[in-house]
T-cell receptor, first 110, second 114 residues
Framework: NAGVTQTPKFQVLKTGQSMTLQCAQD?????MYWYRQDPGMGLRLIYY???????DKGEVPNGYNVSRLNKREFSLRLESAAPSQTSVYFC?????????FGDGTRLSIL | KQEVTQIPAALSVPEGENLVLNCSFT??????LQWFRQDPGKGLTSLLL?????REQTSGRLNASLDKSSGRSTLYIAASQPGDSATYLC?????????????FGKGTLLTVNP
């Protein structure tokens, strides 16, 4: 009964390093999402995937890339991390509503 | 652009009290509205989903109402318990256009004191 699993849970990077955040869901959902949550800003959509092989930009896509590897997995890549990307990142999946969320990856960039 | 506002930002109440959390949105052309709960260090859990044609939804001690024309929703929690302590977020899905996108409010941090 895992639901949405995100790895890693915590990560500290130096400016300029690259990293991939992993997300997997076991609910056979077509749609998957990446959000970031910042104090005072609420949740903002980074990228969305309606199905395997398709991705769309959300509200704040700059500095990120995504890969929908298969129906289960949706990864988020930071090619050259910047301090402004320090945040909590959430992955979610759904058929339509509601979206099911993972527990997040807490990312700090020094 | 849709904007979602939640008032108050924080609320502290004694156990057993009934309480209301408020959510307002600027564009009434919504497809649905959801209330989520977020515990510290955790992801969001969906509590209630109200379609645009509905006026309210109930689940146990929770009741959510929707007045689309005025751009408002309320989450009513009856007989609050310490276990209700969490951040509550409201989110709307607009009708038409990029209809997968949810616009979230910043949340209300609820503390229920024993």
């Amino acid at each position: 009964n895992a639901g949405v699993t995100q790895t890693p849970k915590f990560q500290v990077l130096k400016t300029g390093q690259s990293m991939t955040l992993q997300c997997a869901q076991d609910m056979n959902h077509n749609s998957m999402y990446w959000y970031r949550q910042d104090p005072g800003m609420g949740l903002r959509l980074i990228y969305y995937s309606a199905s395997e092989g398709t991705t769309d930009k959300g509200e704040v896509p700059n500095g990120y890339n995504v890969s929908r590897l298969n129906k289960r997995e949706f990864s988020l890549r930071l090619e050259s991390a910047a301090p402004s990307q320090t945040s909590v990142y959430f992955c979610a999946s759904s058929v339509l509503e509601p979206q099911h969320f993972g527990d997040g990856t807490r990312l700090s960039i020094l | 652009k849709q904007e979602v506002t939640q008032i108050p930002a924080a609320l502290s109440v004694p156990e057993g009290e009934n309480l209301v959390l408020n959510c307002s949105f600027t564009d009434s052309a919504i497809y649905n509205l959801q209330w989520f709960r977020q515990d510290p260090g955790k992801g969001l859990t969906s509590l209630l989903l109200i379609q645009s044609s509905q006026r309210e939804q109930t689940s146990g001690r929770l009741n959510a109402s929707l007045d689309k024309s005025s751009g408002r929703s309320t989450l009513y929690i009856a007989a609050s318990q310490p276990g209700d302590s969490a951040t509550y977020l409201c989110a709307v899905r607009n009708s038409g256009g990029s209809n997968y996108k949810l616009t979230f409010g910043k949340g209300t941090l609820l503390t229920v004191n024993p």
